[in-house]
């Protein structure tokens, strides 16, 4: 039996003033699609941003239902009207942040497994990095360079 180490690179801010402008304005993006989410059920507001590469922002916040699971993530709202609205057009990175009033979040959002899956299924399509930027209401940032990061050995068409 050999094992093997997976290391991921990370890039971690303590404050989101030390971001670089494109990810700080995805961010904000992110942060202003949380105000707006439908999300009376469990209260926790959600809100993604996505940077196309032909400059576009898409945002995206969560949306739920009565029928618990026929709701969907902000990063999912986001991706699939991106991808709806420009076809073909690979994706450069996305923002995700999350309030609710039961406590201050502190630290980073960390994105279900579906939403990584849909990040893997555009990356592997456009054959292009997607770099993804995680953020509580306050406090650090996370940023991995890639969705293969977020879910290696990942399913993917070459499953098939
Ligand atoms: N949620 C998201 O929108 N994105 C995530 O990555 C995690 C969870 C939403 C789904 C649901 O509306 C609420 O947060 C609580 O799970």
Redesign the pocket.
């Known amino acids: 039996m050999k094992k093997i180490e997976i290391r991921i690179p990370i890039e971690r801010y303590e404050k989101e003033s030390e971001l670089d402008g494109n990810d700080k304005t995805l961010l904000q993006e992110a942060r202003e699609a949380s105000l707006s989410?439908y999300?009376p059920?469990?209260g926790?507001?959600?809100g993604?941003a996505v940077r196309l590469k032909n400059g576009v922002i898409i945002r995206g916040?969560?949306?739920?239902n009565a029928a618990y699971p026929s709701?969907?993530?902000?990063?999912?709202?986001a991706l699939f009207f991106a991808s709806s609205r420009y076809p073909g057009v690979p994706i450069e990175a996305i923002a995700?942040t999350?309030k609710t009033k039961a406590r201050v979040i502190a630290e980073p959002?960390?994105?279900?497994g579906s939403?990584r899956q849909v990040l893997s299924e555009y990356e592997n399509l456009h054959g292009q990095p997607i770099r993804i930027i995680m953020c509580g209401e306050s406090g650090p940032v996370v940023i991995f360079g890639k969705a293969s990061d977020l879910l290696p050995m990942s399913f993917s068409s070459k499953d098939l």
């Open positions: 989410a999300s059920y469990s926790f507001s959600v993604a916040n969560n949306q739920e709701g969907l993530c902000a990063e999912r709202v995700v999350a959002i960390a994105l279900c939403c």
